[in-house]
């Protein structure tokens, strides 16, 4: 081939890469506004929380941890939104808490698109409370696993905290029968296993963003009961719910819809990775055959 | 009105941020600093009301805060809280270089429980819990026959364990067989990178997904 012509190689070393972006927006944004929508089925990592919260007897207590922020919504509000209705459903005790300073902002968007909407004749303080966030990080953990009370002397509301039927024969987290962190870095679903699960031998379960999850997996099955890995994890819990429970249909699929975009985007992404690999290869050997 | 001027604002900073995709642009140098200036006061005032006043001021002197943080009606004054006031303060002589070095005591007093509370919770979790988890029965019995699939999984993790500890292992040169098991315990090591990858390849998206649905409920108010 004549120096100066371009051949395919060249033309694809040089693609620009906002066309990369714009075609990543576009997988994006079409599934969305068609609302392509594939079906989803549960993994024994993700139905290992769904049957343990299934096989609790009611009554049983269950703390959620939101150990998450808003940059993270997206992924870890459809899992905290789904276990919360699960365990409400169940007539589990819910205990919800903080370990970071920006997780009572999504506690209260669960409480209005959770237990406002679907479970209005729960009882604050009798089924549910709300104990808001502390600081310690780990040190937290590591406090009310002897004491908890002693950390929460009044809920997210000021009330003390002796007030309420809920809390009557809670002492510490050894009282609960399952651990619930949703989260997305440090402190975290680790932090829980350090500190609360293996120390208490207490059953920790939940759902962490997808770049956490990787870093999570050698915990499981022996020191996590169970793992909600990113997006597919809240689908799969999703799709365990709403198959169990089909009247949740309409209000626990939030990540299932947005598995559409997902997986379209991957699949744009993996012809990407092929088509580099195809123009790496084909400049080798292009290389080769000059130099011949 | 209030929510839809927070749309609004929500949705041209989300615009702004983008904007970089293109090139740089002062647009997006606006919402950045924005973005740093807010999360650096977000922050500051977590610190002082979540951690300063109800773990130190409301336990020195509860009545001077008790109108403003949740706290019991009846606390009392708990000195012995004197002892982290004064390390707190000690911290603070960083600023001043005279006297910087007293800083270095009330680090110690961090440095020492951080290490103190994590290295056996690290130990126990991290080590012997990591340990055990890597110790399982290759042939694993299932409803009176052989789980196959639990079987393989197993050989796998355990080939995958040892492979990648060779690897890591320096004091002999890896030739022979020793070579071959560090070969392949770089291709387990390739396989956890590429599995991270693609995991950190769904945050993103789903982050992205999340910005496009709020962007298009934006839309949605408008028409």
Known sequence: MAEGKRDIVDILKAIDRRIIFLLIALAVILPLVFHLVFSVHSSPIVEAIFDKIESLPPGSKVILSFDYGPSTVPENQPMAEAVARHVLHKDLKLYMMAVWATGPPQTEVLIANVIETDFPEKVYGEDWINLGYKAGNQGLINAILLDLKGMYTTDIHGTSIDEFEMMKDVDNLTDMSLILCIGSGFPGMREWVQFAGDPGDIPVAGGVTAVEAPLLYPYYPRQLLGLMGGLQGAAEYEAALVTKYPQYKASSEQAIQLMGPQTVAHLVIIAFVVVGNIAFFAERRRDRRRKA | ?223
């Not at chain 2, 004091?171 to 090591?189: D, P, V, Y």
């Open chain 2, 1 to 223: 009105m209030a929510h839809t001027i927070e749309l609004w604002i929500a949705a041209l900073l989300t615009f702004m941020i983008f904007s970089f995709l293109y090139k740089d642009n002062p647009f997006y140098k606006f919402a950045e600093h924005l973005f740093v200036g807010v999360s650096a006061a977000y922050w500051m005032v977590i610190g002082i009301w979540s951690t300063l006043m109800p773990n130190l001021v409301a336990r020195l002197w509860p009545s001077s805060v008790s109108g403003f943080i949740n706290m019991p009606e009846d606390a009392q004054p708990e000195y012995h809280f004197i002892i982290p006031a004064i390390f707190g303060i000690l911290m603070l002589t960083r600023l001043i270089d005279r006297i910087s070095w007293l800083s270095r005591w009330a680090m110690a007093f961090v440095i020492g429980f951080a290490a103190g509370t994590n290295f056996t919770r690290y130990l126990q979790s991290d080590f012997v819990g990591q340990i055990y988890n890597s110790m399982l029965p290759i042939i694993v019995k299932a409803d009176g026959g052989i789980a196959v699939g639990a079987a393989i999984s197993s050989i796998v993790l355990m080939v995958g364990v040892i492979c990648a500890l060779i690897y890591f292992f320096f004091s002999k040169e890896h030739t022979g067989a020793f070579g071959a098991a560090s070969r392949l315990g770089i291709w387990f090591l390739m396989v956890t990178f590429g599995a991270a990858f693609g995991y950190t390849v769904m945050a993103r998206i789903s982050l992205l997904t999340g910005r496009v649905q709020f962007l298009g409920e934006w839309l949605t108010s408008i028409f």
